[in-house]
């Protein structure tokens, strides 16, 4: 999926391709990359269970994760969209592992 053509991608993981914005596949391939780097989210991204937060910032002209001391080194440098939480995570999850059975299905015929 991280290699697939941006027509396939589309084809297969949007309900409507013709009327996606440019960024669909690549963002799409994030959301894989990010399963593969962290397959056990309440571990490595909601540690101890807390939820991550975030706020617009006018001076970075990006959201940026609030209190990004409690989540270690590092983290919370990406932008992220807002009240992203982890029933949202889980259930992007879920959409995607949908998705990867119907592939496996189509490619198994």
Same mark, same amino acid.
């Given at each position: 999926?991280?290699?697939?053509?941006?027509?396939?991608?589309?084809?297969?993981?949007?309900?409507?391709? /013709? @009327?996606? =914005?440019?960024? !669909?596949?690549?963002?799409?391939?994030?959301?894989?990359?990010?399963?593969?780097?962290?397959?056990?989210?309440?571990?490595?991204?909601?540690?101890?269970?807390?939820?991550?937060?975030?706020?617009?910032?006018?001076?970075?002209?990006?959201?940026? /994760? @609030?209190? =990004?001391?409690? !989540?270690?080194?590092?983290?919370?440098?990406?932008?992220?969209?807002?009240?992203?939480?982890?029933?949202?995570?889980?259930?992007?999850?879920?959409?995607?592992?949908?998705?990867?059975?119907?592939?496996?299905?189509?490619?198994?015929?």
């Amino acid at each position: 999926w991280l290699t697939v053509p941006d027509e396939y991608m589309l084809s297969k993981c949007s309900t409507s391709p /013709l @009327v996606e =914005p440019p960024h !669909f596949c690549e963002d799409t391939r994030n959301s894989f990359r990010r399963m593969i780097s962290d397959p056990d989210p309440l571990k490595t991204i909601f540690k101890d269970g807390r939820s991550r937060e975030y706020e617009w910032s006018d001076v970075a002209g990006e959201w940026c /994760l @609030v209190n =990004p001391e409690l !989540f270690g080194q590092g983290e919370g440098v990406q932008p992220a969209k807002p009240s992203f939480s982890v029933q949202d995570f889980y259930a992007s999850v879920k959409k995607m592992k949908d998705i990867v059975k119907l592939v496996e299905t189509e490619f198994h015929r």
